[in-house]
């Protein structure tokens, strides 16, 4: 049976807990150090949803340039595809936000060492009834 401390002993470690667990918080509040060079090599993805109303999935690949471009290579569930260019923007609390030349806009979290990323579809071309999201994940520096 594991020794127990007199209850002085065991008073005195809580202020160190509370401590510890204030640090961690004050920690979690520091802005994360993303920038556009955060992006920065080939990822692969996959998304799905719906689609100007319809049942919709495509996958591909983004090579990221660091600097606010991307060339996108995909394949839709209906049969579209293709490479097209795009930009983007990285916030300093990694939030990212990508332009494609038909207006489509995706936004995403970026995890701080850039490695991978979830986004949603915040802006369909047209009007489109859209719901899509997705991630990528890096495959290539």
């Not at 692969?44 to 495509?58: C, D, F, I, T």
Request: aromatic share 8%.
């Amino acid at each position: 049976m594991p020794a127990r401390l007199p209850l002085p002993g065991r008073i005195a470690r809580l202020p160190l807990i509370v401590l510890a667990m204030a640090a961690g918080s004050a920690a979690s509040a520091t802005p994360l150090p993303c920038s556009n060079a955060t992006l920065k090599g080939t990822y692969l993805y996959s998304e799905s949803g719906v689609l100007n109303g319809k049942p919709y999935a495509e996958s591909g690949r983004e090579v990221y340039d660091g600097q606010g471009g991307i060339v996108l290579s995909y394949r839709g569930s209906d049969g579209s595809g293709g490479v097209e260019k795009a930009t983007y923007s990285v916030s300093a609390d990694c939030i990212a936000m990508a332009t494609y030349p038909d207006g489509q806009k995706a936004t995403s979290f970026v995890s701080p060492d850039g490695s991978r990323f979830v986004y949603t579809i915040t802006a369909a071309p047209g009007g489109q009834t859209t719901a899509l999201s997705g991630s990528e994940v890096r495959v290539a520096p």
